[in-house]
């Protein structure tokens, strides 16, 4: 259905009222403001109205600081999962948008919002993920080089974004890479011929880890950080 059609058949409002409505940004769908009346709106699909929402599971945004020795799944019969630290009800509903390995630990996003957490971790949208690595060797100059030149996975038959380095350390910095491949900060480094031995992830994005979350920790993202992933 049309979202004007939609809008004035789920409220009082006239037909002219509600694409005034949505031409002044009021009306969200998938969590993006849409101004085009003739936009399209399936079944599924959650719309709000200001605070009201028209159609649509309840939307659940979470961040966790996640701690080393959790998988990032729903699952697993060996290792504890970071749905563990989750309340039980929003489990069948919640999915990780961008994993971290078992051993990094940080911000980890969670939602059942799937056209917003696309936008937030496919790799063409190019949102900067901010890393805080620490290294078996010492980091060289020609690490920060290297990894702004972009480095080729094979696997993927790739480059990488150019990535910025900043050294914090002699064998400690902070990275932010533009792409979520596969262990791709671990493979970044095994490239220049170093080791991670340590990684946090610090931000997606406009969404910070909030400092005031201990490891297992988690809360609700704020309307700033959920708009802050844009179409
Ligand atoms: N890169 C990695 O190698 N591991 C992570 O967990 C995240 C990014």
Not at 42 to 62: I, K, T
Not at 137 to 149: G, S, V, Y
Not at 164 to 188: N, S
Not at 213 to 226: D, F, K, N, Q, V
Request: with cysteine; net charge positive; charged share 25%.
């Amino acid at each position: 259905m049309r979202l004007d059609k939609f809008i004035c058949k789920h409220t009082p409002y006239s037909h002219q009222r509600s694409r005034w409505l949505i031409a002044n940004g009021r009306v969200r769908v998938a969590g993006r403001v849409v101004r085009d009346s003739r936009a399209w709106v399936d079944r599924f699909v959650s719309v709000w109205l200001d605070d009201e929402q028209l159609q649509g599971r309840p939307a659940h945004y979470l961040m966790l600081n996640k701690p080393r020795g959790y998988l990032s799944a729903t699952e697993d019969p060996q290792h504890p999962t970071v749905l563990e630290l989750l309340p039980r009800e929003l489990h069948p509903e919640l999915h990780i948008g961008g994993r971290l390995d078992r051993s990094t630990s940080g911000l980890l996003i969670l939602t059942n919002d799937g056209l917003w957490s696309r936008r937030l971790t496919e790799p063409k949208q190019k949102v900067p993920k901010v890393y805080r690595v620490v290294t078996l060797e010492p980091i060289t100059p020609e690490t920060a080089q290297r990894f702004a030149e972009g480095i080729y996975l094979a696997y993927e038959g790739l480059t990488t974004s150019p990535a910025q380095l900043q050294l914090l350390g002699e064998r400690e910095a902070r990275l932010t890479i533009y792409e979520g491949r596969y262990h791709q900060v671990k493979r970044m480094f095994a490239q220049v011929g170093n080791r991670v031995t340590a990684l946090h992830r610090e931000s997606m994005g406009g969404i910070a880890l909030d400092p005031l979350l201990s490891p297992g920790e988690y809360r609700t993202l704020t309307e700033a950080e959920i708009a802050s992933v844009s179409a």
